[in-house]
């Protein structure tokens, strides 16, 4: 079962284009929504994040727009460079099973920017 | 900036043999977890461990797995008889018990043969 559904599996934009990646969700028990960006050869590193209360987070060029009612959220990058093409996760954490709660990562969309 | 860090970085080893990765948390976190990524695929949450106890595990980490926190630094995961599909990268994450950032080591590239 895919607890968190991500989309599109990969992206090409163009330097100074707004790169755009979707994700739905079903658990409504999810409470904390990170974006986590990858590089080949290295692990996870955490870029924006949001929590259910709020329906919009900006930082810098990367904003996340987050729709409760839909169960849905997404990570917009404005202004995109080369140097911003990596996979992207998006992933919910449930706390259901521990206090120290549980990530659950969408399957990663693969960005390419080009000069 | 602090960091996780994972060694080894690969490791080749035999089907049935015993594998053992090794990570150091952040030094002020309490929270630490195991999680893989099979190539291409999606990053899995394997274990959660905190005061000397596993808090949480998935439906992954079966009985051919298990955790320690074998002195006051380093964090193991251990598997005990390892199969051709524990192939995969092993990233070892902490966090501060009162923050919500979960930091991620560059990863443990398990091949098994």
């Known amino acids: 079962q895919q607890q968190v559904k991500q989309s599109p599996q990969s992206l090409i934009v163009q330097k100074g284009g707004i790169s755009i990646i979707n994700c739905a969700y079903e658990n409504t028990a999810f409470d904390y929504f990170p974006w986590y960006q990858q590089f080949p050869g290295k692990g996870p590193a955490l870029l924006i994040a949001?929590?259910?209360?709020?329906s919009e987070k900006k930082e810098g060029r990367f904003t996340i727009s987050f729709n409760k009612s839909a169960k849905q959220f997404s990570l917009h990058i404005m202004d995109s460079q080369p140097g911003d093409s990596a996979t992207y996760f998006c992933?919910?954490?449930?706390?259901?099973?521990?206090?120290?709660?549980?990530?659950?990562f969408g399957r990663g969309t693969q960005l390419t920017v080009w000069p | 900036e602090p960091e996780v860090t994972q060694t080894p970085s690969h490791q080749v080893t035999q089907m049935g043999q015993e594998v053992i990765l090794r990570c150091v948390p952040i030094s002020n976190h309490l929270y630490f977890y195991w999680y893989r990524q099979i190539l291409g695929q999606k990053v899995e949450f394997l274990v959660s461990f905190y005061n000397n106890e596993i808090s949480e595990k998935s439906e992954i980490f079966d009985d051919q797995f298990s955790v320690e926190r074998p002195d006051g630094s380093n964090f193991t995961l251990k598997i005990r008889s390892t199969k051709l599909e524990d192939s995969a990268m092993y990233f070892c994450?902490?966090?501060?018990?009162?923050?919500?950032?979960?930091?991620f080591g560059e990863g443990s590239w398990l091949t098994v043969v």
């Open positions: 992933a919910a954490r449930d706390y259901r099973g521990s206090t120290l709660g549980r990530l659950y």
């Open positions: 994450a902490s966090r501060e018990s009162s923050g919500n950032t979960i930091y």
């Open positions: 949001i929590r259910p209360d709020v």
